[in-house]
Nanobody, 128 residues
Framework: QVQLVESGGGLVQAGGSLRLSCAAS????????MGWFRQAPGKEREFVAS????????EYWDFVSGRFTISRDNTKNTVYLQMNSLQPEDTAVYFC?????????????????????WGQGTQVTVSS
């Protein structure tokens, strides 16, 4: 049974920080790229960050670059998203996902259709 379980969301004031975790089980984790997406009410799901299987290459959406950091621990089958300097505009449900065609690849992708397994999401709310 494939599971991606996000945790670490919550309510934080603007300028604060949160660290999201995504624990994977039932799938090959360490050889695939992973990504974080978010979806605010009434908006489409949008790319936040991705990381290659080895962790050597990361990609960020411009709006979060310099504030968010994606990382992974393949020994724990877990990918993380450290979020600093949070703004009210960052309020959304955050999802982790596995990149379908990124097996041992330096390319991960930034479109939802390029990912095959998804977690259920964790709510992040930033108050002003």
């Amino acid at each position: 049974q494939v599971q991606l379980v996000e945790s670490g969301g919550g309510l934080v004031q603007a300028g604060g920080s949160l660290r999201l975790s995504c624990a994977a089980s039932g799938l090959t984790f360490s050889r695939y790229g992973m990504g974080w997406f978010r979806q605010a009410p009434g908006k489409e799901r949008e790319f936040v960050a991705s990381i290659t299987w080895s962790g050597s290459i990361t990609e960020y959406w411009d709006f979060v670059s310099g504030r968010f950091t994606i990382s992974r621990d393949n020994t724990k089958n877990t990918v993380y998203l450290q979020m600093n300097s949070l703004q009210p505009e960052d309020t959304a449900v955050y999802f982790c996902a596995r990149s379908r065609d990124s097996y041992l690849s330096s390319s991960v992708g930034n479109r939802p259709g390029m990912y095959d397994y998804w977690g259920q999401g964790t709510q992040v709310t930033v108050s002003s």
